[in-house]
């Protein structure tokens, strides 16, 4: 596996694909990838979702965590977030495509199990499920001896759009948070802090645009910020 990283001491985040793992690009031009928080205050959230955030963060971690709300709301920004900030190793598995019993045999039980070579320097690990619904029943299965049996050495955080396809053992085993921008306050509080990111976004990417169309495509894709800003990079590039 190529790095190009040349620190060798820093926590590592990789991504499984079909060629094996792979280390997540450093150079984004999709707005949406290029400014994603890097820390847990960086993140938008509701007041009532940070301060759980934040405490865990100052624990140094936690019990393992399930991250439930629709696209776009920021699960996969979180649990990148922590693992950043805790410096973990990273793993994250997009459970509708690489989450196959094969890879939970082969990359990521070596992942969970014992430190891959090219992380250079053991540390906590972090395995991230990305869209953990979209796992097979026997694929969640495998998980359950993993979540009790290394949880001294890794952390598991699963991201699900619908939760009522998640197993009941991961449930239990699992801190569960949810992402809920519709009620107040916390609807008032998402929604001035993504008007209020657009803005500094715009700004660092020196673009022009006016409050009218920010205002338009808040309204039209709420609470989809990822789909936010992906419509709002096209409208003014």
């Not at 999709?30 to 847990?40: D, F, G, M, S």
């Not at 992942?111 to 540390?123: I, S």
């Not at 709420?222 to 936010?228: I, N």
Request: aromatic share 8%; glycine share 6%; proline share 6%.
């Amino acid at each position: 596996m190529h790095n190009d990283d040349d620190d060798r001491s820093a926590a590592k985040t990789v991504l499984a694909s079909a060629d094996g793992l792979r280390f997540v690009p450093r150079h984004h031009s999709v707005w949406a990838e290029k400014h994603r928080p890097k820390t847990i205050p960086e993140c938008i959230l509701p007041s009532a979702l940070k301060a759980p955030l934040l405490n865990y963060v100052a624990n140094g971690g936690g019990p393992h965590l399930l991250l439930v709300g629709p696209p776009g709301v920021g699960k996969s920004t979180v649990a990148r977030a922590i693992s950043n900030e805790l410096r973990w190793h990273t793993l994250i598995v997009n459970g509708s495509l690489h989450a196959s019993m094969n890879a939970m045999r082969g990359d990521i039980s070596e992942f969970v199990t014992e430190t891959p070579m090219f992380f250079y320097e053991p540390r906590h690990r972090c395995v991230v499920f990305d869209e953990a619904d979209q796992m097979k029943p026997a694929v969640q299965v495998a998980t359950h001896g993993w979540l009790e049996d290394y949880d001294w050495g890794c952390t598991f955080v699963f991201t699900t759009n619908h939760p009522d396809k998640i197993g009941a053992p991961i449930k239990s085993r699992c801190l569960r948070l949810d992402f809920d921008y519709e009620t107040e306050p916390a609807r008032s509080e998402m929604y001035e802090g993504f008007r209020k990111r657009l803005r500094q976004i715009l700004t660092a990417e020196q673009v022009e645009c006016s409050d009218r169309i920010i205002e338009d495509r808040l309204r039209r894709y709420w609470p989809d910020f990822r789909q936010v800003l992906n419509q709002l990079q096209m409208k003014v590039t």
